[in-house]
């Protein structure tokens, strides 16, 4: 049973340039979450999807968007990118209804911005 | 979801037990204690999560204060592999649906031979 996985493993982009981050969740899982983690901090949350919609979403800018396809898999896109952008982008999913709380994350996705 | 506090850095020796403190004083009713760990170079893992009751299985133990504002993850014998940021996380279920899991900077466990 693969776990989460995630593509690119790493990433680097220029400043203004635009970025597109997969994920495939768990099988079974139809949840996916995204988090953002600096060097250092733990994972911020950025947006979480179900049923191809965005569900939730944290403090990020509108910068930041995501897609969830039929197969429940995810990308996020991430526009006009800043130096700051710079981090590990995990990805986490998870059945959605009482089937438990646990969140499953895949390796992550490291992204550095010059 | 409410807040909670950990040290920033522990160490233990291998083959010892370990007790990493979390205190969460605003905890609400509603309020899973959830505990995860995060190895060098990888995402997140869950350990174990209660809500009032200590919790048992066979990466760790949890045990929860009576009045729930704190509780202790329990590694009962450190292996070299535990060495991780161990993250305590409350976490709401919203009507058995999943809810974001605020991560704060948890605590870093080292583990000497």
């Known amino acids: 049973d693969a776990g989460v996985t995630q593509s690119p493993t790493h990433l680097i982009k220029t400043r203004g340039q635009q970025v597109t981050l997969r994920c495939s969740p768990k099988?079974?899982?139809?949840?996916v979450s995204w988090y953002q983690q600096a060097l250092g901090q733990g994972p911020q949350f950025i947006f979480q999807?179900?049923?191809?919609?965005?569900?939730q979403r944290g403090n990020f800018p509108d910068r930041f968007s995501g897609h969830q396809f039929p197969n429940y898999s995810s990308e996020l896109n991430v526009n006009a990118l800043l130096l700051g952008d710079s981090a590990l982008y995990l990805c986490?999913?998870?059945?959605?209804?009482?089937?438990?709380?646990?969140?499953?994350f895949g390796p992550g996705t490291r992204l550095l911005v010059l | 979801d409410a807040k909670t506090t950990q040290p920033n850095s522990m160490e233990s020796n291998e083959e010892e037990p370990v007790h990493l403190p979390c205190n969460h004083s605003?905890?609400?009713?509603?309020?899973?204690i959830h505990w995860y760990r995060q190895l060098p170079s990888q995402g997140p893992e869950y350990v174990i999560h209660g809500l009032t009751s200590n919790v048992n299985n066979r990466m760790a133990s949890l045990a929860i204060a009576e009045d729930r504002k704190s509780s202790t993850l329990i590694l009962h014998r450190a292996t070299l592999r535990d060495a991780a940021v161990y993250y305590c996380?409350?976490?709401?279920?919203?009507?058995?649906?999943?809810?974001?899991?605020?991560f704060g900077k948890g605590t870093k466990l080292s583990v000497k031979p």
């Open positions: 986490a999913s998870s059945p959605l209804l009482g089937q438990g709380m646990t969140q499953y």
């Open positions: 605003t905890i609400s009713g509603t309020d899973y």
């Open positions: 099988s079974g899982h139809d949840t």
């Open positions: 999807y179900y049923e191809e919609e965005e569900r």
């Open positions: 996380i409350l976490h709401m279920n919203y009507g058995g649906s999943q809810g974001n899991l605020i």
